[in-house]
């Protein structure tokens, strides 16, 4: 089935130790997006892909950066991490329409010691 | 700046029973998208339904059924015959330009037997 997948589920990494989060697709969709949610919280948009154009939103923190080497894969960067970045991050695809729906993956839940 | 309100943290209904939540939202533009989103206990995120502003029409899908109210700024959403594995957190969500979603922050809906 085509699909969002994303690894590792569960990542725990150090304060202020880079970490990487791995995102890919299999529903060659042309955009797509990182979203951070803190528990009991709405999910919040960081950035996303528009094929190869990076839409940064204004608040997201010059501590988080990505990638997209290709159409299938995205990744989500911190640089040093933070207590306070400890949360589940979503990864999500959509075709290039605004009506089209956001395909997400299941999310990786980061911890910080 | 868009926000969207859900103003029920949780929500309870029985099984086979009908269960409206609540979404209002804050917005300047005329034409835009307007979402529900259920995210089940450690499972992804899925669509249930979506508006487009400009279509007075209320979107239906089987049991999920909305009411747009455009000129309050309302989005319900309606879930009819009530099942356990409705269950989950339901995220009302707005786009403008059809990518960036904005998430309110949830309503968990608990259905028992």
């Known amino acids: 089935d085509a699909m969002v997948i994303q690894n590792p589920r569960y990542q725990v990494t150090q304060f202020g130790k880079p970490v990487t989060l791995s995102c890919s697709q299999t529903?060659?969709?042309?955009?797509m997006y990182w979203y951070q949610q803190k528990s009991s919280q709405a999910p919040k948009l960081l950035f996303h892909?528009?094929?190869?154009?990076?839409?940064n939103e204004a608040d997201t923190p010059d501590n988080f950066q990505s990638r997209r080497p290709n159409t299938s894969f995205c990744f989500l960067d911190i640089r040093s991490p933070g207590l306070g970045d400890a949360a589940m991050y979503l990864c999500a695809t959509s075709e290039a329409d605004g009506l089209r729906p956001q395909h997400f993956g299941d999310g990786t839940r980061l911890s910080i010691l | 700046a868009q926000t969207v309100t859900q103003s029920q943290p949780e929500m309870s209904v029985q099984e086979a029973e009908t269960v409206t939540l609540s979404c209002t939202y804050d917005?300047?533009?005329?034409?835009?998208?307007l979402f529900w989103y259920k995210q089940p206990p450690s499972r992804q995120m899925i669509l249930v339904i979506r508006q487009e502003a400009y279509k007075q029409q209320n979107a239906t899908e089987n049991r999920f059924s909305v009411n747009f109210q455009k000129a309050a700024k309302s989005f319900s959403l309606k879930i009819s015959d009530s099942q356990l594995g409705d269950a989950a957190m339901y995220f009302c969500a707005y786009s403008y330009e059809g990518y960036a979603l904005n998430f309110g922050k949830g309503t968990s809906l608990l259905v028992t037997p």
């Open positions: 892909y528009y094929d190869k154009d990076f839409n």
């Open positions: 529903l060659n969709h042309n955009v």
């Open positions: 917005t300047s533009e005329s034409d835009y998208y």
